[in-house]
């Protein structure tokens, strides 16, 4: 792990208030799916005491890629860098998802919590599983799936609130249909509580409120039925039995 600073090479926004921030980094390299990096920018007019966590999208040799949404202060200073501008980063963080070869795998991702489990896909791909996506939106407008996505993708299946096609009925309905070996989600905790309900083998990634993002605060800290754990560092990836949300 550790700390360095990095040029920006793009930062699009890829759909309004969604950019794809990519930047060279040679330490990242290793990272493994699900790990996560903290961001900040420097100098005092940035004023960014607190460091923000991203999961790493994708990894292209050297170039690193982070998708986000603009949520609040950080996001919004993050929207205007442009390229040759320079962030800092400290990473690889946390631990990193339990990998399965030649299954049928489910990703579940809900907004921008699909971004969380991009790199997971692409690396499962390569292992020989046969990848189906369900993707959970407010509406077309948040509709973040690329050809990143697709190229590990056997099938991307979208519901979207709109039209009703994302209550829990309608994806526990999708999910048994497919019957899949292991699943894998992100961005929702309604969708959490009824993956805990199901017969499946499931690992979801927290994205929890960070402060140190390194184990020292507790800010991030969730209860499990072996008492409090650290997202930060204990996580941010965990059997969906193993929180209780
Ligand atoms: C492990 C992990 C991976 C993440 N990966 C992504 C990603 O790939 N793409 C993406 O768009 N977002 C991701 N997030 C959420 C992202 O960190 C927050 O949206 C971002 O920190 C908000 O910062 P802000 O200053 O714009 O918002 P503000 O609300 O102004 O943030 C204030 C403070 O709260 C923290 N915070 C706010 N919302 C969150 C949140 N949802 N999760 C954690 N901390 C939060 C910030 O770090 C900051 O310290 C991830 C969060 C975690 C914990
Ligand atoms: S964010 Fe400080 S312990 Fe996790």
């Not at 996506?133 to 979208?158: G, P, T």
């Not at 894998?184 to 499931?202: A, N, P, V």
């Not at 990634?205 to 402060?211: D, F, K, S």
Request: hydrophobic share 35%.
């Amino acid at each position: 792990m550790k700390v360095s600073t990095h040029s920006i090479l793009y930062n699009n926004e890829i759909k309004k208030g969604y950019f794809l921030m990519g930047f060279e980094c040679n330490t990242l390299k290793k990272a493994e799916p699900g790990q996560f990096i903290t961001i900040s920018v420097d100098g005092i007019e940035a004023n960014m005491p607190l460091r923000r966590p991203f999961t790493i999208y994708k990894i292209n040799n050297s170039t690193v890629e982070i998708l986000y949404k603009v949520v609040g202060k950080g996001t919004k200073l993050f929207s205007t860098l442009k390229p040759g501008d320079t962030i800092n980063i400290l990473g690889p963080l946390g631990n990193s998802f339990r990998m399965f070869e030649n299954s049928k795998i489910i990703l579940l991702g809900r907004g921008v919590g699909l971004a969380s489990l991009a790199c997971l896909g692409d690396s499962l791909k390569k292992l020989g599983c046969d990848i189906t996506v369900i993707a959970s939106f407010k509406d077309e407008s948040s509709n973040i799936i690329d050809d990143y996505i697709k190229s590990f993708s056997n099938d991307i299946i979208v519901v979207e609130d709109e039209d009703g096609t994302s209550s829990c009925d309608n994806v526990r309905k999708i999910i048994e249909g497919i019957n899949p070996d292991v699943i894998y989600s992100c961005g929702s905790k309604r969708l959490l509580r009824m993956l805990q309900k199901m017969k499946y083998k499931s690992y979801v990634t927290l994205e929890e409120r960070m402060g140190c993002g390194l184990g020292a605060c507790l800010t991030c800290a969730i209860k499990t039925p072996s008492g409090y754990k650290r997202v930060c560092k204990d996580g941010p990836c965990f059997d969906v039995m193993e929180v209780i949300i």
